[in-house]
Protein backbone atom coordinates (compact mmCIF):
# COMPACT_ATOMS: atom_id res chain seq x y z
CA UNK A 1 0.00 0.00 0.00
CA UNK A 2 1.33 3.27 -0.85
CA UNK A 3 2.04 5.78 1.81
CA UNK A 4 1.19 9.85 2.22
CA UNK A 5 4.60 12.07 2.70
CA UNK A 6 4.17 11.21 6.75
CA UNK A 7 4.44 7.60 6.59
CA UNK A 8 0.95 6.82 6.87
CA UNK A 9 -1.28 4.37 4.35
CA UNK A 10 -2.97 6.06 1.66
CA UNK A 11 -6.93 5.32 1.91
CA UNK A 12 -9.21 5.01 -1.02
CA UNK A 13 -12.28 7.12 -0.86
CA UNK A 14 -14.45 3.79 0.20
CA UNK A 15 -11.90 2.54 3.06
CA UNK A 16 -14.21 2.04 6.27
CA UNK A 17 -10.85 3.96 8.04
CA UNK A 18 -12.39 7.01 6.59
CA UNK A 19 -15.00 9.07 8.75
CA UNK A 20 -16.78 12.22 8.19
CA UNK A 21 -16.17 14.18 11.08
CA UNK A 22 -18.77 16.27 12.44
CA UNK A 23 -17.54 19.31 14.42
CA UNK A 24 -19.97 21.61 15.95
CA UNK A 25 -18.06 24.91 16.33
CA UNK A 26 -18.40 28.27 17.31
CA UNK A 27 -19.88 29.08 13.95
CA UNK A 28 -22.22 25.76 12.71
CA UNK A 29 -21.12 22.48 12.01
CA UNK A 30 -18.32 21.46 9.48
CA UNK A 31 -18.49 18.08 8.35
CA UNK A 32 -14.94 17.51 7.22
CA UNK A 33 -13.74 13.65 5.89
CA UNK A 34 -10.46 12.39 7.35
CA UNK A 35 -9.04 9.30 8.54
CA UNK A 36 -11.18 7.91 11.64
CA UNK A 37 -9.46 7.43 15.34
CA UNK A 38 -6.52 8.98 16.81
CA UNK A 39 -5.66 11.24 13.90
CA UNK A 40 -8.78 12.59 12.75
CA UNK A 41 -9.27 13.02 16.29
CA UNK A 42 -6.57 15.03 16.99
CA UNK A 43 -7.02 17.60 13.66
CA UNK A 44 -10.76 17.67 14.66
CA UNK A 45 -9.92 18.82 18.03
CA UNK A 46 -7.89 21.58 16.73
CA UNK A 47 -10.31 22.82 14.00
CA UNK A 48 -12.58 22.89 17.01
CA UNK A 49 -10.50 25.40 18.60
CA UNK A 50 -9.58 27.00 15.40
CA UNK A 51 -13.12 27.91 15.39
CA UNK A 52 -14.16 29.46 18.28
CA UNK A 53 -10.32 30.95 18.52
CA UNK A 54 -8.81 32.23 15.07
CA UNK A 55 -11.36 32.37 12.57
CA UNK A 56 -15.41 31.07 11.85
CA UNK A 57 -15.14 28.25 9.59
CA UNK A 58 -18.54 28.36 8.65
CA UNK A 59 -18.72 31.20 5.99
CA UNK A 60 -20.44 31.99 3.03
CA UNK A 61 -17.84 29.29 1.39
CA UNK A 62 -17.75 25.61 2.34
CA UNK A 63 -13.52 25.33 1.96
CA UNK A 64 -13.04 23.35 4.71
CA UNK A 65 -11.18 20.12 3.20
CA UNK A 66 -9.76 17.19 4.12
CA UNK A 67 -9.20 13.56 2.27
CA UNK A 68 -8.46 13.56 -1.28
CA UNK A 69 -6.53 11.55 -2.96
CA UNK A 70 -3.22 13.34 -4.66
CA UNK A 71 -0.10 14.27 -5.18
CA UNK A 72 1.35 17.01 -2.77
CA UNK A 73 0.49 20.36 -5.46
CA UNK A 74 3.77 20.67 -7.82
CA UNK A 75 5.11 16.21 -7.09
CA UNK A 76 3.97 13.74 -9.64
CA UNK A 77 4.84 11.11 -6.94
CA UNK A 78 4.92 11.97 -3.43
CA UNK A 79 1.12 11.04 -2.04
CA UNK A 80 0.06 14.27 -0.14
CA UNK A 81 -1.10 13.53 3.60
CA UNK A 82 -4.75 14.55 2.33
CA UNK A 83 -4.47 10.66 0.82
CA UNK A 84 -4.29 9.12 4.17
CA UNK A 85 -7.06 11.28 5.62
CA UNK A 86 -3.99 12.76 7.82
CA UNK A 87 -4.70 16.13 6.72
CA UNK A 88 -6.90 19.22 6.78
CA UNK A 89 -7.56 22.37 4.79
CA UNK A 90 -9.04 25.48 7.09
CA UNK A 91 -10.24 28.19 5.88
CA UNK A 92 -8.91 27.21 1.99
CA UNK A 93 -9.87 30.53 0.13
CA UNK A 94 -8.43 32.37 3.09
CA UNK A 95 -5.14 30.80 3.26
CA UNK A 96 -3.97 30.05 -0.84
CA UNK A 97 -0.85 27.90 -1.10
CA UNK A 98 2.34 30.28 -1.12
CA UNK A 99 0.49 33.16 0.42
CA UNK A 100 2.37 34.33 3.58
CA UNK A 101 0.88 36.81 6.09
CA UNK A 102 -2.88 35.66 5.76
CA UNK A 103 -2.70 34.98 9.31
CA UNK A 104 -1.55 37.48 11.69
CA UNK A 105 1.09 37.72 13.61
CA UNK A 106 -1.08 37.58 17.08
CA UNK A 107 -3.03 34.78 15.09
CA UNK A 108 -0.11 32.70 14.02
CA UNK A 109 1.69 32.90 17.60
CA UNK A 110 -1.57 31.43 18.96
CA UNK A 111 -1.71 28.65 16.48
CA UNK A 112 1.65 27.60 17.41
CA UNK A 113 1.26 27.46 21.15
CA UNK A 114 -2.17 25.73 20.28
CA UNK A 115 0.07 22.93 18.70
CA UNK A 116 2.04 22.56 22.23
CA UNK A 117 -1.49 20.84 23.57
CA UNK A 118 -0.88 18.30 20.94
CA UNK A 119 2.82 17.91 21.41
CA UNK A 120 4.12 17.53 18.12
CA UNK A 121 1.37 15.53 16.35
CA UNK A 122 0.75 18.23 14.32
CA UNK A 123 2.35 20.38 12.28
CA UNK A 124 1.33 23.36 10.69
CA UNK A 125 1.92 24.20 6.93
CA UNK A 126 2.62 27.56 8.04
CA UNK A 127 5.48 26.91 9.63
CA UNK A 128 6.66 25.18 6.52
CA UNK A 129 10.36 26.13 5.66
CA UNK A 130 9.73 26.43 2.00
CA UNK A 131 6.56 27.31 0.67
CA UNK A 132 3.73 28.09 2.98
CA UNK A 133 0.90 26.04 3.18
CA UNK A 134 -1.50 27.91 6.27
CA UNK A 135 -4.24 26.28 5.68
CA UNK A 136 -2.89 23.17 6.39
CA UNK A 137 -2.79 20.83 9.10
CA UNK A 138 -1.49 17.53 9.02
CA UNK A 139 -0.49 14.54 11.52
CA UNK A 140 3.70 14.43 11.51
CA UNK A 141 3.99 11.45 14.19
CA UNK A 142 3.42 7.62 14.03
CA UNK A 143 0.17 6.11 14.89
CA UNK A 144 1.30 5.01 18.32
CA UNK A 145 2.46 8.52 19.52
CA UNK A 146 -1.14 9.98 17.72
CA UNK A 147 -2.97 7.37 19.57
CA UNK A 148 -1.07 8.27 22.76
CA UNK A 149 -1.76 11.94 23.07
CA UNK A 150 -5.60 11.99 21.39
CA UNK A 151 -6.17 9.59 24.05
CA UNK A 152 -4.69 12.39 26.76
CA UNK A 153 -7.34 14.60 25.06
CA UNK A 154 -10.68 12.54 25.01
CA UNK A 155 -12.05 14.23 28.59
CA UNK A 156 -11.23 17.44 27.63
CA UNK A 157 -14.26 19.94 26.99
CA UNK A 158 -13.61 19.90 23.27
CA UNK A 159 -12.64 16.20 22.96
CA UNK A 160 -16.43 15.36 24.71
CA UNK A 161 -18.02 17.72 22.56
CA UNK A 162 -16.50 16.00 19.61
CA UNK A 163 -16.64 12.70 20.75
CA UNK A 164 -20.91 13.18 21.34
CA UNK A 165 -21.04 14.51 17.91
CA UNK A 166 -19.34 11.38 16.26
CA UNK A 167 -20.90 8.63 18.24
CA UNK A 168 -18.16 5.25 17.53
CA UNK A 169 -15.03 7.34 17.50
CA UNK A 170 -14.02 6.72 21.04
CA UNK A 171 -14.09 3.16 20.89
CA UNK A 172 -11.93 3.80 17.65
CA UNK A 173 -9.34 5.59 19.08
CA UNK A 174 -9.29 3.04 21.80
CA UNK A 175 -9.34 -0.02 20.07
ZN1 LIG B 1 -3.71 20.78 2.71
Not at 2 to 14: F, K, R, V, Y
Not at 23 to 50: D, E, N, P, V, Y
Not at 62 to 78: I, K, N
Not at 162 to 175: D, E, T
Request: proline share 4%.
Amino acid sequence: MATSQNGWPALAADSTLLHTWVIQGKSGTTRIRMRGGSAGFLLAHCALWFDGKVEDLVEHVLDDWGYAYRPVRGYETTLSNHSSGTAIDLNATDHPLGAAGTFTPAECAAIRQRLNLYKGTIRWGGDYQGRKDSMHFEIDAPLAVAEKVARGLLDTPRGKRLLKANPGQRAVILS
